[in-house]
């Protein structure tokens, strides 16, 4: 919508991008030549993520790089080399071990970002438990829900975590048989187990034992945003696709020191806050803290951060902040920029050019994908807006659901015409593709048919074969006989410059069927008169048209959003027309902006 193409001058790549010829890549045989990148373990035991992404690097070359560089909220900070990395997730295994713990048994992690959430997360892979991070923002209630419907045997957590949240939940959870806490200090609460003592006592080295790459290793649940969250389980295989997808959608090279602001309570966090990055020998920076604009910039320019994967809601945030915390900063390291989680802007885009010297390069995928499945690429042009290409290795189609009525033979009609709108699938056998929700089988089962993945997203696809986010399905507009997604006229909205944010629903209409509503949120300076209001309206109306365009636009303080940084269109929508909130648990709370890596506001 007249946002002019970012053109990438390959004079400029201050390091040749691991993809420079996206359509021979596409054409390969890309997931095989990903599978033979992985070293596997000895003696052809299998596919273990944590070997590639740990063990295989602590007895090579980079054993003495940083693996991991964390940086305390109080100031402190610590570097794990993947020598030092490798001793501690084996002692970790060996503590699960001691346990009696067994392979593909659940182990939680309920932690702030603190070290021993990731020496956790790869000795309990290493050991093949399945591991299931948790956001440590979660209340009780979604704790127990989730360790219930995991069957969790392990939980490792925090005192003040264990005191606050968990111990009163005991009796509820029989399966929960071992509670490890992290900080206890020689003095672990009843019924609960130090860990620091067990790891002192465990020994310093694990073989792991032959790993099938169908094993599980991963329990995910999904961001809620739309409902009750889920739990899509993943495979060792998936490691293929983390790396593969790293290497060509972050193009993360060996030297980079990488920034993934996710928490690992959601899949991001995991799949590019812990593995895919170590995969490739890379330094990998976690925080501690919340967002704040001021730390966040100094992090890049301190540690000297080359490539960043964060998501919309922080990128407006920093937008909000404006120039000034950014100001006089040395961020020359920085060369690439990505982010997830929902639609980025395209002012966002263009904002980063302006701010960074280069675009933030958006892709696609969903906690069942397990990987980037759709993304700009380092080497590729940018249409703002646009969520890019598949990934080499993914085919993707643009379908329509047919025969879903009582009685009749549910069908696909795929629909290849330029410029076709429909329901984004995947070819099914990625390697990262989600094996099962958890407890729901007839659930997986309807998200396949034909050898297609549904994703439940709508999408768009230019004569390019650029891909383009329409909305949920659930929230497409229907108006007037047309088809409206609120990705488009919020990016219409959020193009005006008193608008940060902009979360779109239909409401109901005697006459249109539904009519379209929006709710914004204001850059610092902007006040909500009748006369800014009315040129908003006019605005997305000479964009978008008044068939499309906004019938009702409210200003409000802030939208509600999950933890994971995402808008909830479906709580706007049930608080619009009066109806049942649903599902909160993820629901970020607060009064302010919040923070869009959904971490522990304090609570780890
Ligand atoms: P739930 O499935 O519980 O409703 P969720 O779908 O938000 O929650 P996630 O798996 O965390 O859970 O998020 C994946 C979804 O996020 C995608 O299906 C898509 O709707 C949205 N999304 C992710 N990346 C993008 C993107 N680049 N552009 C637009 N939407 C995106
Ligand atoms: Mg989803």
């Known amino acids: 919508m007249g946002w002019p193409v970012l053109r990438k001058d390959p004079s400029s790549f201050r390091v040749t991008p691991n993809l420079t010829d996206y359509a021979a890549a596409h054409a390969g045989s890309p997931w095989h030549e990903a599978r033979s990148a992985m070293t596997g373990l000895p003696d052809g035991a299998g596919l273990n993520i944590a070997h590639e992404a740990v063990d295989r690097h602590a007895t090579g070359p980079y054993a003495d790089r940083t693996a991991l560089r ?196 959601w899949v991001t966090g995991t799949s590019y806050g812990i593995v895919a990055p170590l995969t490739l020998g890379v330094t990998l920076v976690v925080d501690e803290a919340e967002y704040d604009a001021v730390r966040w910039y100094s992090i890049l320019e301190e540690q000297r951060v080359s490539v960043w994967y964060t998501a919309p809601t922080a990128v407006r945030m920093l937008m909000k902040a404006g120039e000034q915390p950014r100001e006089g900063r040395d961020l020359s390291a920085l060369r690439f920029l990505a982010s997830v989680g929902e639609p980025l802007d395209p002012a966002a885009v263009v904002w980063s050019q302006e701010a960074f010297g280069t675009p933030i390069h958006d892709n696609w995928w969903q906690t069942e994908t397990g990987a980037i499945m759709v993304s700009n690429f380092a080497a590729i042009d940018v249409r703002p807006g646009s969520m890019g290409l598949p990934v080499p290795g993914v085919e993707v189609a643009l379908v329509h659901r047919t025969g879903e009525g009582e009685g009749e033979d ?92 902009a979360g779109v629903i239909g409401v109901p209409d005697p006459i249109a069927g539904e009519v379209v509503k929006a709710f914004v949120s204001l850059y610092p300076g902007f006040e909500p008169t009748e006369a800014l209001l009315r040129e908003l309206r006019g605005f997305a109306r000479s964009r978008l048209g008044s068939a499309v365009a906004p019938r009702e636009i409210v200003v409000v303080a802030a939208l509600p959003r999950t933890r994971s940084g995402k808008i909830m269109r479906r709580l706007l929508k049930a608080r619009e027309l009066g109806l049942p909130e649903g599902d909160l648990s993820t629901l970020e709370v607060g009064p302010d902006d919040g923070d869009p890596r959904g971490s522990a506001k304090g609570d780890s």
């Open 70 to 265: 964390w940086l305390g909220k109080d100031g402190r900070s610590e570097d794990l080399t993947y020598a030092l990395l490798r001793e501690l997730t084996d002692r970790f295994a060996n503590v699960l071990d001691g346990l009696g713990v067994g392979t593909g048994e659940r182990v939680f992690l309920l932690l702030g970002r603190v070290p021993s959430l990731y020496v956790a997360a790869l000795g309990a892979l290493k050991h093949r438990s399945v591991v299931s991070p948790l956001f440590a923002a979660f209340g009780p209630e979604p704790i127990r829900q989730r360790l219930d419907l995991g069957t969790g045997r392990v939980l490792v957590t925090s005192r003040r975590q264990y005191e606050r949240k968990v111990s009163a939940l005991r009796d509820q959870l029989p399966a929960l048989e071992h509670v490890l806490v992290v900080d206890a200090d020689g003095e672990p609460p009843a019924g609960t187990l130090d860990l620091e003592e067990l790891m002192a006592k465990a020994a310093a080295s694990y073989v792991i034992a032959p790993t099938d790459p169908e094993d599980p290793a991963l329990l995910h649940f999904t961001s809620g945003t739309t409902g009750q969250p889920k739990g899509a389980l993943h495979v060792h295989e998936a490691v293929v696709a983390h790396s593969a997808t790293a290497r060509y959608a972050l193009d993360l090279h060996p030297e980079d020191v990488f920034w993934c602001t996710a928490d690992p309570g």
């Open 410 to 501: 549910p069908a696909l009609e795929i629909l290849d015409t330029p410029e076709a709108e429909g329901e984004l699938a995947l070819r099914a056998g990625w390697p990262s593709m989600f094996r099962d929700y958890l407890g729901q089988p007839e659930r997986y089962a309807r998200c396949f048919r034909d050898g297609w993945y549904l994703t439940g997203d709508m999408a768009r696809r230019d004569a390019d074969g650029y891909l383009w986010f329409v909305g949920r399905t659930d929230d497409v507009i229907k108006s007037a006989g047309h088809l409206i997604g609120p990705t488009e006229v919020e990016g219409v909205l959020t193009g005006h410059e008193a608008v940060v944010e």
